[in-house]
């Protein structure tokens, strides 16, 4: 993936398993963005975050509703994207196991991939 200035960026991926509301993607972001060493990296311009469309293969729309996506900038240490991949599956299990604390039997789940994972 790039970025508009034409440096190769990464992108970490987490999408929703199955249909799922806005609600729910945004609630995951703003605890995704609470996280210590995301607030770290957002904050030195190291990763930026943006939603969009779920897609699929084809990057035709499949009607799952938004993925977060972050985007971590050329130059970042394999090891902050390691890092990074381990904090957003994290919070992917504590924002889960929060609702399900909050009442809800089977909050949404998503799937958390890097674009190298997709090659």
Do not use: Y
């Amino acid at each position: 993936m790039t970025t508009g200035e034409g440096a190769t960026a990464r992108e970490i991926r987490i999408r929703p398993v199955r249909e799922t509301s806005q609600n729910d993607v945004e609630a995951l972001l703003t605890w995704l963005t609470r996280e210590p060493i995301v607030q770290e990296k957002l904050a030195g311009g190291e990763v930026r975050v943006q939603q969009r469309p779920t897609a699929d293969g084809h990057g035709t729309p499949m009607g799952l509703g938004m993925e977060i996506v972050l985007i971590v900038v050329q130059g970042v240490a394999a090891a902050v994207i390691v890092e990074l991949m381990d904090q957003a599956k994290s919070a992917v299990r504590e924002w889960r196991a929060n609702r399900r604390s909050v009442g809800e039997q089977d909050p949404p789940d998503f799937d958390v991939t890097s674009d190298r994972d997709e090659r």
